[in-house]
């Protein structure tokens, strides 16, 4: 939005949505595990016993060919000590990307 007044009330809007609204879970980053890998099942088991809908949605963030970054949201298919495995088509510009930059990051959302 170039105007002004327009981007004044969407700035506003925000600001009026509450921020993470309820009690979240404490979470202490120094005890978490090194390899994320076998803890991932009972998280995401946990996170559908407490009814969060998706717990299987990420987001992937990769580095396109420039080096600027790339993110768009995915459903993670699999895990194992091989690597994270999650929908995609290889020869997408997003199934490239790692093989340029071979760095990601996963992240997902699960309050």
Known sequence: MSDG???????????SIEVFSGPLPEFAPEQAPEDPVPSLPVLASD???DGLRDPHAMTLSTLDEAGDPDARVRILKGV??????????????KGRQPAVHP??????YWP
């Open 47 to 49: 996170a559908v016993a």
């Open 80 to 93: 194992s000590v091989a690597g994270w495995q999650f929908a995609g088509h290889g020869f997408s510009p």
């Open 103 to 108: 760095r990601a990051a996963l992240t997902f």
């Open 5 to 15: 007044k327009q981007g004044g009330e969407v700035r506003g809007w925000l600001r």
